[in-house]
């Protein structure tokens, strides 16, 4: 599925999925600690084996997530329109009993990076709680596939700073947390 989104942004995901049934939950948890699903946010789907006739976009970044070398930006990031390619080259599962996933957040000037990473985790009692820490808009991303699937999602960036973090514990050791900037 797709990354974390703030209040008042959206973002187009794609993705391929077999015929089978699904499950399209939020695990982001209440100021509360409930979980999203708990509150309903959950929902069943039915792929079918219809073809859909839909064919990936063309990408303008590509990302490679590697159990070994974590985040891999194979392409420069720019402003405008664009679309990001994940790659997952393996998958694992993380001390959060998840695999890597990979979000896309803006990064205000006065943002504190740590308050990011630890709350990325939701296996921590104080992570994943709305709201998101102050400083970090939300902007998508691709949820956790199966090793060599590939995820896209579409977002329109502007100048700043930005981070690609994956949503495991500790992900800056992992190298799972990677920040760049986009100038004007």
Request: aromatic residues 8%; glycine residues 8%.
């Amino acid at each position: 599925g797709s990354g974390l989104l703030s209040p008042n942004q959206s973002c187009l995901g794609m993705l391929e999925l077999d015929p089978g049934n699904y499950i399209i939950e939020c695990y982001v948890k209440m100021p509360n600690g409930k979980f999203h699903s708990n509150m309903g946010m959950v929902k069943q789907i039915v792929v079918t084996s219809e073809f859909s006739q839909h064919t990936a976009p063309d990408e303008t970044v590509s990302i490679k997530l590697s159990s070994l070398n974590g985040i891999i930006i194979k392409d420069s990031i720019n402003s405008g329109k664009q679309v990001f390619m994940i790659e997952f080259e393996d998958q694992k599962v993380y001390g959060n009993f998840v695999g890597r996933d990979i979000n896309l957040v803006m990064i205000s000037d006065h943002a504190d990076m740590t308050q990011l990473e630890n709350w990325m985790n939701w296996s921590d009692p104080e992570g994943l709680i709305t709201p998101a820490p102050e400083g970090f808009t939300f902007l998508g991303g691709v949820n956790d596939l199966p090793a060599q699937s590939k995820g896209y999602f579409e977002v329109d960036l502007s100048p700043g700073n930005y981070a690609l973090i994956s949503e495991v514990p500790s992900a800056n050791e992992k190298n799972l947390l990677k920040t760049f900037t986009i100038s004007k």
